[in-house]
Each structure stands twice: as C-alpha cells, then as structure tokens.
C-alpha cells in the first residue's frame, strides 16, 4: 500500500517537506513578504486555493499497522495526534521559518508555552541560565518556577555583554534575552552576546516578538534559538494565540549535554528542537489550535506593511511626547536621547511599535488614561490598534514595589503599543488627553 497522505506533508522532525523541497518556478531572488505571500500556494493547495486549508482533526488514520508504527518511531513522517501537531500548524511553522530563515520551527499555543518549552526542555536540575534583568513580567515569573525546580537563574544587565561574561559559569546552560525589553525598550548588547556565547559553547536564547523577523533576525548575531509570542505582530489582529521557537541552525546540538539518549540519532543539528517538539510540547500540551494556526498565519502576510505603518506611528508619537511639559521622559530607541539608540540603529532596520513614558509626579496618570478617547486601555501588544497601560499599577504590580524600583519602573509610567491608525489622530487624542489631568 502507498504511502499515507499525511505522511507526505509533515518530516520527520516537524519539517514541512512538500513545501521546503518543491522547486522555486525561477531562480530571481525573492524577499521575505514575497516568499511569504506565495508559501501556501507554491508548497501545492487543492482545488487552487490560496491557502492551506485548515486541519481540525484531532487524530490521523492509517491503512496500515506498520505505517502507524514508522511514524511514531520516528522513522516515516506523518501525523499521529494534534497534541504533536497537525498540517495546518506545519504550514505556519513553515512561514515562521521563512521569516526567520531558520532551519525548522516548532509552534506552540502562546509565546510563554513555547519559552516554558525551551526552558523545561533542554534545562535540568544544577544547571545555570543567565537572562536579562529586564525580561517580561510572566517570563521572569517562569524562572522563579525553574529556579524552584533546581536551575540556577542569574539576573544581569544584558545590554552590557560584560555582565554576561561576568556570570557564566561551567555549569551555564543557556543565556536567554529579548531584543527590546518591555516596557521600557532597553536593547540588549545582542550582538555581543551572541560572540560570547559562542566561544564559551553556551546556548544563545533571543525572544524576538518586539522586533520581529522585519526588522531583526537573531541568527544574524549567532543566536541558536528564537522565540516568538505569535500573538503579538505576527498575528497581528488580536484574534489568536500562538507562540514558536525556531532553530536558526546556529547552535552545535552535538556539544549540548543535555540532549536525551532517544533523540541523539539522525543529524544532530535536529536534536534541540526535536526534544523541545517531545518533551515541551507532547509532553507538556501546550499545542497550537489549528483555528489560530490558520488566522496566524493569514495575519502574518501583511506583516511588513503593518511593522512598517506602526514604527513610523511610534516613531511620530515617541517625539511628540518628548516635547510636552507633562512628560518627564520617553523610553523608544528611535529617539536620539535612549541608552541605546546607536545600538538599535545598526541592529534593526526600524524601532518597533512599542513605547513608553513617564508622567511627571504632579500628572495623574488613571485620570490621564481615563482621558483618552481613541486608544484603548489593554495589556495587549503589537495590535493593530494602539493600546496603553499603567506599567506599575498592572503587568508588573506582582514583582512588587522593590523590583519595579531596579528596572526603573516608576507609577507614572505608561507603555504604548502604537498601531497603525493615522498618526494625526493618534497625536490629537494623546494631546486632548494631557491638559485634562
């Protein structure tokens, strides 16, 4: 008997074959919106469609015992259950690989499950891991969980790649850092890192949603793994959830110890995300609705244009702030007066869509917020509406006031996501709303 449709679509490693091996219908040079837009039709689609259809089956049959068997051994391609993965996820996972020009990506049902993954995954008791001081609230909740579980956790100041050469040790496992912080945009020594971290044989981490792969592509500073929340600017339209890690290809699996015996087979460049694919997201569940996989992925092809219409908006609001009374300072490193504006000019080809600011002591900032007409009050990022939240009061009120007081995060600080409404509009709420407080 022939071999099972399902096995056609899905390596073994999670690799969406059919797509990757089809040959381009020329050889002209192709961007990464371009590649994107024309994935799902190139990889072949029935009936002509223009996208992968979606996938809603929870298990997949098979004609026969032993094809069934290959494929949970590993030895065929094919799908076995969606807990694991089913097509509509692969097409995705496919297009995140494109953007990031990776060599495979695994997603998973929201960003902190594909980290969770990562961490849980490939970390062990007596390990070390050190990450920024600076990570995103619920991902430094997630390493008080893992430092409960016997992984030593270094909190240091990653844009200083200094700091980070100061706290390896020989038991350092990983070093995990986004590209801009949230909520006060601090830019890690990124590329500095990724020199460390590969003359010292330790695993280099890079969350990439601030970013994403528009303006910023981790493998490029030697980073062996990428995170993204899905849910963020990839997606885009606030209406799914979803996470990925990719491979970039970077990272020597061969050297890392904690690779498990049943995954050391085949090449060892699949070895990591292998094990993040069985023992972060088989075993752990944290898998991808095909419902968001596909509304993902469709969002995902007005990615450039969205990033695009949204830094410049940021970019617009970020100076106008700067230059009211009521502001004591504004945090975007698009402005000349961020720590790290030169950095982040010559590590991205554009700042990103979040912002924030500081209102001086004598502006209420709930009655500034309360204010605002057009922007909507939410702890949502990277939509296409513009969104604000109080930092303190909200996403980082359980880190307590100590914490809050080392990152700099004061009361009166409000985080922006900048969408891509018209830039007048958004300056002409933001400005009906200061006098008012």
């Known amino acids: 008997m022939g071999t099972h449709p399902a096995a056609m679509t899905l390596g073994r490693h999670g690799h969406n074959r059919a797509m990757k091996d089809k040959?381009?219908?020329?050889?002209?040079?192709?961007?990464?919106?371009?590649r994107l837009l024309h994935a799902d039709r190139l990889g072949g689609v029935e009936h002509g469609a223009l996208h992968k259809p979606m996938h809603t089956a929870a298990a997949f049959g098979y004609a026969r015992a032993a094809d069934l068997a290959a494929v949970f051994q590993g030895e065929q391609s094919g799908y076995v259950y969606a807990r694991q993965g089913n097509p509509t996820g692969a097409a995705l996972e496919h297009k995140i690989s494109l953007l990031e020009r990776a060599r495979a990506t695994a997603c998973f049902a929201t960003g902190m499950a594909a980290i969770s993954a990562v961490l849980l995954a490939l970390l062990r008791q007596g390990d070390h891991i050190v990450c920024s001081r600076y990570l995103f609230g619920n991902t430094a909740s997630l390493l008080q969980t893992l430092a409960g579980l016997g992984v030593e956790v270094s909190l240091v100041d990653a844009t200083q790649a200094d700091a980070v050469a100061a706290a390896l040790r020989p038991q350092t496992r990983m070093v995990f850092v986004e590209t801009i912080a949230n909520p006060a945009t601090q830019v890690a020594d990124l590329a500095g890192i990724g020199e460390l971290c590969a003359v010292a044989g330790v695993l280099f981490v890079v969350d990439n949603t601030l970013t994403t792969p528009v303006l910023f592509r981790p493998r490029d500073v030697k980073a062996g793994l990428v995170v993204h929340s899905l849910t963020k600017a990839i997606g885009g339209h606030g209406n799914a959830m979803g996470g990925a890690v990719c491979?970039?290809?970077?990272?020597?699996?061969?050297?890392?110890?904690?690779?498990?015996?049943?995954?050391?087979?085949?090449?060892?460049?699949?070895?990591?995300?292998?094990?993040?694919?069985?023992?972060?997201l088989r075993d752990m569940g944290g898998s991808l609705r095909a419902e968001d996989a596909h509304r993902i992925a469709t969002g995902a092809e007005t990615l450039g244009l969205r990033v695009e219409r949204s830094g410049r908006n940021a970019q617009a609001v970020a100076e106008w702030l700067e230059r009211q009374p009521q502001v004591e300072r504004v945090f975007y490193p698009g402005l000349p007066s961020h720590a790290q504006h030169e950095r982040a000019s010559h590590l991205f080809s554009g700042y990103g869509?979040?912002?924030?600011f500081e209102l001086r002591p004598a502006v209420d900032c709930f009655a500034f917020l309360d204010a605002l007409q057009l922007v909507i009050l939410s702890s949502h990022l990277a939509d296409n509406r513009t969104l604000a939240i109080p930092v303190a009061h909200t996403i980082f009120w359980e880190m307590g006031a100590e914490r809050r007081a080392d990152m700099g995060i004061t009361d009166g600080l409000i985080r922006l996501s900048v969408g891509i409404e018209d830039e007048a509009d958004l300056i002409a709420d933001l400005d009906q709303a200061l006098p008012g407080c």
């Open 23 to 34: 040959p381009a219908h020329h050889a002209m040079p192709q961007g990464s919106s371009t």
């Open 247 to 280: 491979d970039t290809g970077r990272f020597d699996w061969s050297r890392y110890p904690n690779i498990l015996p049943p995954y050391r087979k085949g090449d060892a460049a699949d070895w990591g995300l292998l094990q993040i694919r069985k023992k972060g």
């Open 353 to 356: 869509s979040l912002l924030s």
